[in-house]
Each structure stands twice: as C-alpha cells, then as structure tokens.
C-alpha cells in the first residue's frame, strides 16, 4: 500500500518548530491585548453563504478558492478562507456592540484557500487578526494599523513597508468602476480570460491582473475620482498615522481581493518575499459587510497577517528563536530497582516547577546521560542502588560536566540552581 502523505498545500508543524510558533503568536496576543482586544474564536467551517455575501461571490477567494462541501442535511458548508466575515456575524450576532461600542476583537487560527501551492502561498495557513466593530473613524483605521506595526516591532521584524489607499465610498466606486469600463474596453479583445471576465463583472480585480499589468500603469487612478468627503477621511487616516509614528506610504494601486473594503485599505509588504506573495498581511474598513449578510447596519475596521510568511522573514532575518529544549532535567535510575524512587523525585520536581523526562529504561547510565544532552536537558539527577540506600541523590549539570550529591530533602534546590544557570 502507498504512503499517505499530508494533502498538498499543508504542513504540520513540528515539535521544533513550537518555539517560533509561539513567540509570533504570543506577540501578536500580547499588543493587540494592551490596546485592550479581546480574543474571539469563530467556527472553522462556516456557511457558504457568508463568504458568497461577504467577501464577494465574484472574488477569486469565493469563486475559485474555497474548500465547499455539502452536510449531511444538504447545506452548503465552507472551510473559512477568512475570518472577516465569521468574527462580524458572531460580534453582531451575541450582540456586543449594545454593551460595548467599538467591539475591539482579535483572533488567531487556520484558513483554508485552494491557490496553487507555492512558497508563502498554502491551502491551509494561519492568519492573527483584529477587527475593530460599531464605529466609524479614522483613528480607528490607524488603531488597527498601530497594532500591526507594533506587533512587528515587538518581533524586530526590519524591512516591512506599509502601504495605504482610499476606496472611497459607494458613490465613488461606482464612478470608478465606470471610468475602469471606459478605460478597459477598447482592450477587450487583448485581454486575458480571467480580465474578460473582470470587465463584466467586478472591475476593479483587473488592477491586480499579472497578464495584463501594462495596461495597469495607464488605468485611471481610484484618488483623481473621489469626492471630497474621502478625501479628507483618508487624510485623516494619514495624520493619525503619522502622529502614532507609523511610517506610510500612499498607494493608489491598492484594491484588495475581497469585496467588503470602503475607504481605508493597506498591505504589509516585505521586500524578501517575492512577486505575488510578498504581502505580510492586509486589511481596511468593511462599513457595508453587516447589511450584506442582513445583521444590523455596523461599521468596521481591521486586518489580518500571515503567520507562515512572518516566520519565513523572521528566519531569513535570523530573528525567529531556535527549538526549546525538551526539558529541564532527567531523572534516570542506574538499574531497574531504582525505577520506583526516580518516578517520585521526576514527580516531586514537576510539582516545583521543573520539566522533567523520567528515564527509567533498561539502557546503560552513559546511554541514558547521552540521550539527556540530545532533549536538551541542563540537569540529570541519578539514582542508583547507593543513593536509595543513603537517601541521596546525585545532580550533574551536563554543561559543566560537575556533579554534587545532595541529600534527597535538598534534591529540588540543587536542581534549581543548576537549571537557573542556563537563564
Ligand atoms: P487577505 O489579504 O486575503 O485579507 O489575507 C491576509 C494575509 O493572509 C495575506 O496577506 C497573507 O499573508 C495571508 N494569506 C492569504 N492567503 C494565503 C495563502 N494561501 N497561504 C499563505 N498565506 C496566505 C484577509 O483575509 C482579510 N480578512 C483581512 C481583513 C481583516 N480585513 C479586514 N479585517
């Protein structure tokens, strides 16, 4: 019989690799926590619906990249390519914006888009994210940008360059979309079959179209055809950036690939990543998406972030920490007889704090001593037939290759201390 290997586009995350899961996510709780975001879980798979209304059923995400598949009752069930859409239903959904305005949320979690695989481009990765529910400002739009830019600070992540763009609002689009028709066209018989497709029916994906990117230079510009009121939110989007110290750079070629976005919109770009990968990250303001899935009328703001592609820049920056060891120290008897009284010291430890793998195999003592060093382990406490008979125990730092014999009550400073070393 055949291997079975991992379905294409996923990768398990092995125990040497826990270390810098960690710390992203870690960071990543911990900024957006001190700008008071609470964390929120949304299901994994949600209906079909809900990405179709929310993200936009002409979006490539919805129309050729979601994980769909039909419950046992019929209904059209998908795995989540987003969280946008899923964190709005359930904030406004349970309500939380009558107790609190804005709900400031933020989450962290597997999603699942069906792009051809390539490096930073998965079927199943993980994104942490805000959103930012009830409220309508500019300062908020540079809250959640703040809090990206933070937490890659916090991760001494060098490199990334935020770029920001106005959508506008309804009015504008339309105008915009128009003058994208006009503009567009004349090309027509040129275009790719995806851009013929874009003319009809949702053209501001051709701006991101790769094909036909020379076409892109000349498009009319989103900016030129905004009206005032936009303008002047954007601009206030700008200055809160600036007042917060958040270096950034306008970009009118920004347009995003779910429907939701009006006004704000912004990328995390990193110059290491390449082509059409290189966005750490992204979001903007979503006003329209309740009504589109029929909840009560509410503002929004956020972004997510690309977990994968953070640690692949953190590890070409050598910033990412190496594996943790397994443990702290090993317990090992010297022969069988010994085994009982090595389990109650492992526990002991455990109980004080200490991460302790109890070696009470038949193997040779060097045998078990080398296998100490390969967990990673500072300390290795042995007991054998002498130690049990005095009620001692020998502690060695495997660093420093020194050993002591403490009296068993002493058993758990002497480890402590040794361990404390490594600190
Ligand atoms: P998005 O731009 O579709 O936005 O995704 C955000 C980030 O998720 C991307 O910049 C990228 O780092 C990562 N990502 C997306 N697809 C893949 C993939 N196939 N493999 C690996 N990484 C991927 C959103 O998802 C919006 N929900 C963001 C948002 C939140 N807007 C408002 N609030």
């Given at each position: ?6 379905p294409r586009g996923t ?139 933070r937490f890659f600070d ?270």
């Open positions: 019989m055949a291997e079975i290997a991992a990768h398990d995350i092995l125990p040497a690799e826990s270390a810098s899961w960690r710390w992203l996510l870690q960071a990543h709780d911990r900024i957006a926590e001190s700008f008071g975001y609470r964390p929120i879980e949304t299901p994994i798979f949600e209906s079909t619906e809900l990405f179709a209304r929310g993200v936009g059923a002409e979006t490539d995400i919805v129309e050729k990249q979601m994980f769909t598949f039909t419950d046992r009752g019929g209904r059209a069930l998908s795995l989540r390519p987003e969280s946008t859409a899923g964190v709005v239903r359930a904030v406004l959904g349970a309500h939380l914006d009558q107790e609190r305005r804005p709900v400031r949320v933020h989450y962290r979690g597997p999603m699942f888009r069906a792009e051809r695989p390539q490096a930073g481009r998965q079927h199943q990765f993980t994104q942490v994210g805000v959103e930012c529910i009830g409220e309508r400002s500019p300062d908020l739009d540079a809250e959640v940008i703040e809090i990206a830019w916090a991760l001494q992540l060098t490199g990334v360059r935020l770029q920001v763009n106005t959508l506008g609002d309804a009015e504008d689009r339309r105008r915009y979309r128009d003058a994208l028709v006009a503009y567009y066209s004349p090309f027509r018989a040129r275009l790719c079959d995806d851009c013929k497709r874009r003319l009809d029916i949702n053209p501001l994906r051709l701006l991101d179209c790769k094909k036909d990117s020379d076409l892109v230079a000349g498009a009319p510009v989103m900016w030129d055809l905004l009206d005032a009121g936009s303008k002047a939110f954007f601009n206030d989007v700008l200055s809160s950036l600036e007042k917060a110290g958040v270096p950034a750079t306008v970009n009118h070629r920004i347009v995003r690939g779910l429907d939701y976005y009006a006004d704000t919109v912004f990328e995390f770009w990193h110059d290491s990543l390449h082509g059409a990968q290189n966005s750490l990250g992204g979001g903007g303001r979503y006003d329209g998406l309740a009504e589109l899935l029929d909840l009560p009328p509410a503002p929004g703001t956020g972004y997510a972030l690309g977990a994968e592609r953070i640690l692949m820049v953190a590890q070409r920056l050598g910033i990412a920490p190496g594996p943790d060891p397994d443990c702290d120290a090993v317990v090992c008897s010297v022969e069988t007889p010994q085994a009982q009284v090595a389990a109650t010291f492992a526990r002991e430890l455990r109980t004080a704090g200490v991460r302790v793998v109890l070696d009470v195999s038949e193997r040779r003592l060097d045998r078990k001593l080398r296998a100490a060093d390969r967990l990673g382990a500072r300390a290795a406490v042995i007991v054998g037939e002498e130690e049990v008979r005095d009620g001692t125990v020998v502690v060695r730092d495997l660093f420093e290759h020194a050993q002591q014999r403490v009296g068993s009550p002493e058993l758990t400073d002497a480890v402590s201390r040794v361990i404390r070393m490594r600190a």
